[in-house]
């Protein structure tokens, strides 16, 4: 018999068989197809479509298939497409012709978007997982360094004095919306499509509450034509995929450049580095560039599928099917970024002495000044331009600001005193900022504090599993 039943005189072109396959990579979803069947067919039987011995076997039919695949011995063959109708095939073969009553009121469209949103669901848990540990690799680092500073940059140029765990927990609020993002997609996900047939529903009698009950889905579908059409679920989740992507690239670039002859603030653990084949000297920060490289394929799976699916007809179209494999890749990339980043940020070590060295640069505390003479009266913007003034005499006189004397600095500042001298310390700078969301080390432990406490009572898991 065709693959394709009595409407077909033919077996498929063996060119068109290869080219419309997608079991090579849709195999994945074999667990999570698995567990839609055995909810659709409980349901067949209790809603009498299906009488409830057949019911049975397939139900032992569809474990026996996924202990199989399970334990390596079940083959995908090309020639039977995808995942679905391989375990369609199987079962059949496993329990004979009651086999071909699971297929009742279902479509291979609200099949794979079934499946799809049990294993994004899963995925995006794990996922969630990992951020999480990220995060307390980042909270870990911050903590063994509290007490450092380091210059804070604009534009790659010294700006301000901040402690490291001011920046480090920067990223730990980046990765939370990250989650949030995650949590969000899942929640507009998590709805039944089963029921929706091919396009139309079915003619049958399905109680699609029971099946979206069984499969831990809190709605059905309400629109059959929606729940087979869209993949907005899995742009959501590869835009998500690609800010968590985005956030690693850029702790990945900072820690490049700290990690530089040029800086030399951070020293990454030698199992997180690898060498260079020629030159016997070489430490390279491999992992990091890594992280921030393969941003690139998790961005382009993002655009791929927006491109895809812009311009289809209601409702499934067969381009849809090319949905799948740049989002397993995206996951698979983010998930193994964050596994290998976290452990390289928690074995990190900063050199205090050298950070501080750079942050001693009297320059850096000219806003400080600026700001001293806004709490004299002096209106921002003047003062802003006298404080420049006085960088351009220490400029030309070669002098370091805090080397000027007094009376060096009443030329540029008229209302100078003595007390302007104490503000060219970086930790008295720091301390300065003790405003919520400042630098200042009370503001910052706190929040370390806060996110110890988040993160200990938090296991990651409030996703729905
Ligand atoms: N492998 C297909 C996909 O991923 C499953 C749905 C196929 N449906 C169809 N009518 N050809 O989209």
Not at 113 to 136: F, I, K, N, P, V
């Amino acid at each position: 018999m065709a693959l394709w039943g009595g409407r077909f005189s033919k077996e498929t072109d063996r060119r068109v068989a290869e080219y419309t396959a997608s079991v090579d990579y849709d195999q994945r979803l074999y667990r999570h197809d698995i567990e839609g069947s055995l909810a659709h067919v409980r349901m067949l039987a209790a809603s009498g479509i299906v009488p409830a011995a057949d019911a049975e076997k397939i139900s032992l039919g569809l474990i026996a298939i996924r202990d199989r695949i399970e334990a390596g011995e079940f083959v995908f063959d090309p020639a039977l497409e995808d995942v679905h109708m391989n375990i369609e095939k199987a079962l059949i073969d496993e329990v004979g012709e009651v086999g071909a009553r699971l297929h009742s009121g279902r479509s291979r469209n609200d099949q794979v978007a079934t499946d799809e949103r049990l294993y994004l669901r899963q995925r995006c848990g794990e996922l969630s997982h990992g951020l999480r540990d990220m995060q307390r690799a980042l909270v870990d680092c911050a903590d063994r360094h509290r007490e450092l500073i380091m210059p804070g940059l604009t534009h790659l140029q010294h700006a301000q004095p901040v402690p490291v765990a001011h920046h480090l927990l920067a990223y730990v609020e980046m990765f939370e919306r990250d989650r949030g993002r995650l949590a969000d997609a899942v929640d507009r996900f998590n709805v039944l499509p089963l029921g929706a047939g091919a396009l139309a529903g079915s003619t049958l009698p399905l109680n699609r509450e029971m099946v979206a009950r069984e499969l831990g889905f809190p709605k059905i579908a309400r629109n059959s034509m929606d729940a087979v059409a869209d993949r907005d679920y899995v742009v959501e989740v590869l835009a998500a995929l690609a800010l968590i992507a985005m956030h690693c690239s850029r702790l990945a670039e900072d820690v490049i450049l700290w990690a530089s002859q040029e800086f030399g603030f951070v020293e990454l653990d030698d199992g997180f580095c690898t060498g260079s084949s020629l030159m016997p000297q070489k430490k390279n920060p491999d992992i990091a560039e890594l992280a921030r490289g393969k941003t690139g394929r998790v961005y382009g799976a993002l655009v791929a599928v927006l491109t895809t699916m812009k311009g289809l007809p209601l409702t499934y179209n067969r381009d849809m099917q090319e949905d799948k494999e740049g989002l397993f890749d995206a996951l698979d990339t983010v998930a193994a970024t964050l596994g290998v980043m976290a452990p390289m940020m928690a074995s990190a070590e900063f050199d205090g002495e050298a950070m501080a060295r750079a942050a001693a640069d009297p320059a850096l505390m000219a806003t400080d000044l600026a700001e001293w003479l806004v709490g004299r009266g002096v209106p921002f913007r003047e003062a802003h331009r006298q404080v420049g003034e006085l960088v351009a005499l220490s400029r030309k006189l070669g002098l370091p600001l805090n080397r000027l004397d007094l009376n060096q600095m009443r030329q540029a500042i008229p209302l100078a005193e003595q007390e302007c001298l104490t503000l060219f310390d970086a930790r008295r700078s720091v301390e300065a900022r003790n405003l919520p969301g400042g630098a200042a080390f009370g503001q910052v432990h706190g929040q370390l504090a806060d996110w110890r406490q988040a993160l200990a009572a938090a296991d990651g898991g409030d996703l729905p599993e």
